[in-house]
């Protein structure tokens, strides 16, 4: 009797395993696509608790399609297990191997009965690869060990890099969560959802490719303000980097958890702070979520503003939701915030980053019911048309004289409501689109996220000497350093693999610049 309750209670455990391991790649892929095991580390150490905190739908939907359906499904196959064991004891049951005269069983019946009596260990193998292999772990693992460092043979150290400050220009740099060019295919949609953003007249780049470690917001910003890749960081030292701020203010603003992000990796704001920018981040949501506070506080960005602080500073309560402060909030304070620059009469970088179109459902505000949005589609017309009237306001008030305006959707779509939509296209890009007075020329068609640096540089006024930063080319110089034909394919294949010289990114400067010297950049 023990010995079968044993038998019972592994079983269900077995058929928990895999019926779990199969709704959570499932419902994983509807409330975000398809995920990397780079992402889920990065998040898991940066942001998955406070993810559980600001998404309450979230987490009710994950206990009810990853751990409650399991668990019925699980209990469903145990009493059948019960069931057909039962009945195979009864008195009088027919047993083939032993009635006399009858047959012995065909091949493929004797098949099935063998995967039946081991079906425990076998359930266990393929739950588990499944769930490996949709968040592509074999590929990680193998990329740890063998191909060519992309980023170790590429990186070109922007601190290396000289700097000409020809004509500088203010920066306000608008990530616009998950926009995507493919938006405005009215083939797909019925409409140009994008037709307002369209209209400012700003010059694009006709196809912003995502490279491997740029397909989630804080991978995006790396990419575009740093010039590198964001991957898993389970290998760097950056829990005791000594050199990173240590006070009650800075951990209650960004987190006790990481105390520095990419401290030796030079990016944007490093390189505006030191030609003399101001540097200020204002979003929706909270500086705490994925590291963001720690980041740009940590790259010379002089304030960060998000959910806390500010209400804190007495801005209007936020709309019924668990993430912040959303899209029409934020830019009305970004109003106010650019002013306050501009008046200041000193070069400033004003960094916004907006939040309802963010994945799996968007976030309906009152504002956008009030223009007419009611669903998906809707709030996605109605951020592209605030961040237009955003962008009239700069234009009306007379900031173009000398200031330049760039828009990136921060990543390709993750799951959403028109995720179908968005499959069926021919190809995908991101938005992009950069607003001045004179409007640049672009020397290619194609960029990347590394190509922002040294580009966006390069529009505000500076000249990047070899037009190179990071793994970045800048996309409206002269172009005189020409870009590989097979680069993409190139970073598609090989950015994945294991690179020491991205681990020196998290090190501090002291313990690693004698690497970096190494190097050769």
Not at 86 to 94: D, E, M, Q, T
Not at 197 to 213: D, E, I, N
Not at 229 to 236: A, E, F, N, R, W
Not at 247 to 256: E, K, L, S
Request: with cysteine; net charge negative; charged share 20%.
């Amino acid at each position: 009797m023990k010995k079968q309750r044993y038998h019972y209670v592994y079983h269900f455990a077995v058929y928990l395993f895999a019926f779990f391991c199969l709704r959570a790649v499932h419902w994983g892929e509807m409330k975000f696509g398809p995920l990397t095991i780079d992402q889920i580390f990065f998040h898991l150490n940066f942001g998955g608790e406070m993810l559980l905190k600001v998404d309450r739908s979230l987490v009710t939907s994950a206990i009810k399609n990853v751990l409650l359906v399991p668990l019925i499904l699980a209990l469903l196959a145990l009493a059948l297990d019960i069931w057909l064991t039962n009945r195979n004891k009864a008195p009088g049951a027919l047993r083939p191997d032993s009635t006399p005269g009858q047959r012995p069983p065909s091949p493929a019946v004797g098949f099935v009965r063998w995967l039946a009596a081991r079906r425990a260990p076998l359930l266990i193998l393929a739950g588990s690869g499944f769930l490996l292999h949709s968040i592509s772990a074999f590929s990680y693992i193998r990329a740890q060990y063998a191909g060519d460092d992309y980023l170790g043979k590429n990186y070109l150290d922007p601190r290396s890099v000289p700097l000409q400050a020809e004509h500088p220009r203010n920066l306000v740099l608008i990530y616009v969560e998950s926009l995507e060019e493919t938006y405005s295919d009215s083939a797909l949609f019925g409409d140009d959802l994008l037709k307002s953003l369209h209209g400012q007249g700003g010059a694009s780049f006709a196809h912003y490719r995502q490279m491997p470690g740029t397909g989630w917001t804080m991978a995006g910003i790396v990419g575009t303000q740093c010039g590198i890749p964001l991957k898993d960081i389970l290998g760097g030292d950056r829990n005791h980097d000594e050199s990173a701020p240590d006070n009650h203010a800075f951990n209650r603003r960004v987190g006790p958890s990481l105390k520095s992000f990419l401290p030796n990796a030079a990016c944007l704001g490093d390189i505006l702070k030191e030609q003399g920018y101001t540097n200020v981040f204002l979003g929706g949501a909270s500086l705490r979520f994925a590291g963001k506070g720690t980041f740009f506080l940590g790259h010379h960005y002089d304030a960060a503003w998000g959910r806390d602080e500010l209400e804190h500073a007495g801005l209007h309560p936020y709309d019924a939701n668990d993430w912040g402060y959303l899209d029409h909030q934020v830019l009305a304070e970004s109003r106010t915030r650019l002013t306050e620059l501009h008046d200041s009469g000193k070069p400033f970088n004003l960094t916004i980053l907006t939040l309802d179109t963010h994945g799996p459902d968007g976030l309906l505000s009152q504002e956008c019911r009030e223009r007419g949005a009611s669903d998906y589609a809707g709030i996605v017309r109605c951020t592209a048309d605030q961040v237009a009237e955003f962008v009239q306001f700069i234009r009306d008030s007379g900031y173009l004289e000398d200031t330049r305006v760039v828009i990136l959707g921060d990543h390709l779509a993750m799951h959403n409501p028109l995720y179908e939509q968005l499959s069926r296209a021919g190809s995908r890009d991101i938005f992009n689109t950069f607003i001045s007075d004179t409007p640049p020329v672009m020397n290619r068609d194609t960029i990347v996220h590394f190509d922002l640096l040294p580009t966006i540089l390069e529009f505000i006024g500076f000249r990047v000497t070899g037009d190179r930063l990071g793994l970045g080319y800048s996309g409206i110089s002269e172009a005189t350093v020409p870009v590989s034909g097979d680069r993409v394919e190139r970073m598609l294949e090989e950015l994945p693999n294991r690179s020491e010289r991205y681990w020196t990114f998290w090190k501090t400067p002291a313990s690693s610049r004698e690497t970096a010297d190494s190097s050769g950049h």
